[in-house]
C-alpha cells in the first residue's frame, strides 16, 4: 500500500493543535542544552503555539503549512512576510530587525516531527513553502536557524540559502541568550 502524501493549509483547530505538538516535540528535541531546563519545560507545552497559528490564520499575518502522510501530520512550517518587532511567541524582549530587508519573504517557523525526520517530509514541504513565497512574489527569502544547529544549517543550504553574515539574539529568562543565524535565498 502507497502512502498519500498532501498539502495542507492550516485553517481549523484540528490543524493549529497539530502545528502546536509538532513544534513542541521539534523545540525539545532541538533546544536542549541551548534552552534553559525550566523554560523549556514552564513555556514549550503541546497546546503553546495554537492561539498564534489561530490569530495569524485569522488575521492573514502569515501562512500555515502541514504536511500529512494519509491522516497523519508530520511536518508543518509558516512562512510570509519578513516580521519586524516583538514576538511574543517567545519573548515580548526579543526584536527581529528586518531593517534592510522589507519585502522579503521569511520561513517563520519548520519543524518535522522528530519521529519522521530522515524521510525527505522537511524538504518537500520547505521546498513547497518556498515556491509559495515566489509565487506571492517576494523576490528573495530568509530563514533564522541556531548557531550551534549544524544538521539544519547543511539543510538550509542543500535548499540554496546560505548565511549572510546577519544574526538575531534570542534571550531565555533567566540568563540564557541563544544565536539565530539569518540564511537568505534569492528567489525571482
Not at 503549512?65 to 508530520?74: A, C, G, K, N, T
Request: charged share 25%; proline share 6%; net charge negative.
Amino acid at each position: 500500500m502507497s502512502e498519500q502524501l498532501r498539502f495542507v493549509d492550516a485553517c481549523t483547530q484540528e490543524h493549529f493543535q497539530a502545528m502546536s505538538l509538532i513544534h513542541a516535540l521539534g523545540w525539545r528535541d532541538t533546544y536542549v542544552g541551548y534552552v534553559p531546563d525550566e523554560y523549556m519545560a514552564r513555556e514549550i507545552t503541546d497546546t503553546r503555539w495554537v492561539p498564534y497559528f489561530r490569530e495569524d490564520f485569522e488575521t492573514g499575518r502569515c501562512h500555515g503549512l502541514l504536511l500529512y502522510r494519509d491522516d497523519i501530520p508530520v511536518a508543518c512550517i509558516n512562512y510570509g512576510p519578513a516580521r519586524v518587532g516583538p514576538s511574543p511567541r517567545q519573548s515580548s524582549l526579543v526584536q527581529f530587525d528586518s531593517r534592510g530587508y522589507e519585502g522579503w519573504g521569511e520561513i517563520i517557523s519548520f519543524y518535522t516531527h522528530p519521529r519522521e525526520r530522515g524521510k525527505g517530509y522537511g524538504g518537500m514541504l520547505f521546498e513547497e513553502a518556498v515556491r509559495r513565497l515566489k509565487t506571492d512574489g517576494y523576490p528573495d527569502a530568509f530563514v533564522f536557524v541556531l548557531r550551534e544547529n549544524e544538521k539544519a544549517r547543511r539543510f538550509y543550504a542543500r535548499h540554496g540559502f546560505s548565511w549572510d553574515g546577519t544574526h538575531a539574539d534570542i534571550p531565555f529568562p533567566p540568563d540564557a541568550v541563544c544565536v539565530d543565524l539569518r540564511y537568505t535565498k534569492h528567489l525571482q
